[in-house]
């Protein structure tokens, strides 16, 4: 058995990892926004990607690359997407990739390019490739929380995690950082997720594991229910711990670690929503399939009425059991049940008495928990993440003027 | 070919409908809460109903009784949906269609049932039926107005329109009213539209007429994305003009009349959204299938970000794009184009300039375009409905605490 622990930092917590990040002049504001992580030997890397049908050219880019064998670094610039910008747009990540190889001493193949930001209009390449040089020489083990930093864009606050995995045969690291807040102003942005290891696993088994994790738990995420054009979550694992992961057990371990980043990353992103005051965890069970649970839970997490509910502290129970209603999940008239806040409000479709006093106190806290028994007996548990839809969700953005 | 021209009125607006509106003391406001409609002649009936799960007892009642062509009468209360109340909900709307029945001098099955408001709650059946009983004897042609102002919830305004159609054999009216404006203080509410005709149709024809109207009208609408457990269309035709609506091109023609009703019914409900400070119109065209603009269409007055958009007066056609483009809808790269209040903003994934002080203009109106060509071809239109996302939507669903 794998024991697992919480540990510090982020991209640069598994060994050999190094990263930093700089301030290109990409963003308007000056803040960071180039930021690079590289191993000291090559990755096995996998990813998973947006579903929208209009993608920028880096995610295309990546996934044409991915799962691979030999990756050493990643990119990725903020304040402009590199989406809907055509062929320059495409010539652009190439010479992005190309820049950092040179930097790094790598091959262009070598690296996987991310960008998050405006949409429509073309990169800065001067100062993509003055930030790639400045910010090569500058990658430390201490760089990861500046990279987390230069990722982000409305984003309140720097979005790291990382564990410890302890196997029979040793211990691995697995770290990451996130960023995503909506999609966000001025004109759209992205949800990205970095993951480093130092396990030694094969890429498709990687590839596996975290498009079965990223199943379970970024494709669960809503803040708006809107996709963008460049979300990903990529890992890099480059064995350096010296410990397989290779058996059935320690893939299992492994995939466990890993949703527990992911589930993590999920949950800052939702408690750092645009314009939250709260996040929302949806935990859906009793469904016939897992697809009914998830369907459910992604249902509730859509919710604009459920999210309105829960910024005004309101426990509508309604509201819940109707967007359960609409999500396509099969459920049992007699046996479904909702809890708010640990407390039951509905079960047969009939309201519960709940002490008001107690729930009042309980939806004004900043963590509020919905969960739903579909009263049909399964045993699979889906979690969906979102946070309340509030004043300021509307002022960021409606109050930007193209 | 028949002549459609817009005429006075609502339900009582065809021969021989007669209603009217009471305070029955259902709403806590006082305010008008039931109404009855009823014609002189038994009618043909169809209707079409909510796709959710849970669903209120009176939805399943007259879907059971529905395609007929023996209703006279539809009674309907505001201010409690009756959903979510077991059995004893069901014994509600037996016996409101049978306080109805013994008022009218009919049979129960000849009436229909539909009820809007807060779900959870018994019906207060003492006032219902005494609110049937004080309003019997004031069904009158000028009533129609008083029907329409009694189903209303939040709405802020009543919502009727009404056609007449000249057909080589004669004329035909048809009008109708609605309610809406999301799903509405203090728990969930209701779109409900009810449509009268003097048109001689069989129940079958009508039944086919309604449905394909709906697909291409009501379920086009979102206010916010909600199906309520308790929306219904429904429609009566008591063939009192003694105009036959029986070859292909009169049903044809009755089935545009039946369009530009729901249609306007959308664009009136869309209007009056709850918080809403304009309408947005979105026209998809150019797609392979009706069914790719109709995805792309809803999509985009899904997006929680092209409303805030719209609120804000931004031309962020990025948004509009990511929204078809997670819409599933096929399109073509190289030629769709998004125009937005007939300016276009995009071609061919690309940005488009356009005469920005006209853009700000345009934007600030309160009825707004959005066009999406798909640019594969397609001959089909299709048009969604829906309203801007603004600080009153947020504060008209988050300030109900329970």
């Known amino acids: 058995m794998a024991t697992i622990t919480q540990t510090h930092g982020g991209v640069t917590t598994a060994k050999g990892f190094a990263a930093s990040g700089v301030a290109a002049g990409i963003k308007k504001s000056g803040n960071e926004d180039l930021a690079v992580v590289r191993s000291e030997k090559p990755c096995t890397a996998a990813g998973a990607f947006t579903q929208n049908a209009v993608r920028a050219a880096c995610v295309d880019r990546n996934r044409a690359l991915l799962p691979s064998n030999d990756i050493y670094a990643i990119v990725v610039n903020a304040g402009n997407a ?88 040793g211990t691995i690291l697995i770290g990451g950082c996130a960023k995503g807040s909506g999609m966000i102003h001025p004109n759209m942005a992205t949800m990205l997720a970095f993951i480093t290891t130092d396990a030694a696993i094969a890429p498709q088994a990687l590839d596996k594991a975290i498009k079965r994790v990223v199943d379970k738990t970024f494709n669960n995420l809503t803040i708006d229910g809107d996709t963008s054009t460049n979300d990903m979550v990529v890992i890099l694992a480059n064995g350096m711990s010296g410990v397989p992961v290779t058996s059935a057990s320690e893939l299992a371990a492994f995939e466990n670690a890993l949703y527990e980043i992911c589930n993590n990353q999920c949950s800052q992103i939702a408690a750092d929503g645009e314009g939250a005051t709260k996040r929302v965890d949806i935990t859906v069970t009793g469904g016939e399939t897992s697809e009914d649970n998830r369907r459910a839970a992604k249902s509730i997490a859509g919710s604009n009425l459920v999210k309105t509910a829960m910024f005004g502290g309101d426990p509508n129970w309604g509201r819940i059991l109707c967007a359960v209603g609409y999500s396509g999940a099969r459920f049992s008239e007699e046996n479904i049940e909702v809890r708010l806040c640990g407390l039951s409000v509905c079960r047969a479709l009939r309201p519960v008495a709940f002490p008001a006093d107690e729930m009042h106190s309980k939806l004004s806290q900043n963590i509020v928990s919905i969960e739903v028994d579909l009263g049909l007996g399964g045993n699979d548990v889906s979690v969906a993440h979102t946070c309340d839809l509030t004043y300021d969700y509307v002022k960021i953005n409606a109050e930007y003027h193209t």
């Open 82 to 169: 590199n989406a809907c910008t055509g062929t320059q747009g495409k010539q652009d990540v190439e010479t992005t990739a190309l820049r950092t190889a040179e930097a790094l001493s790598i091959r262009p193949k070598q690296v996987l390019v991310a960008s998050t930001g405006v949409i429509g209009e073309f990169l800065p390449m001067d100062r993509v490739t003055q930030g790639i040089k400045s910010c090569a020489p500058q990658l430390s083990v201490e760089g990861g929380t500046r990279f987390a930093e230069a990722i982000m864009t409305t984003d309140t606050v720097v979005k790291e995690y990382a564990l410890s995995v302890g196997f029979t045969k």
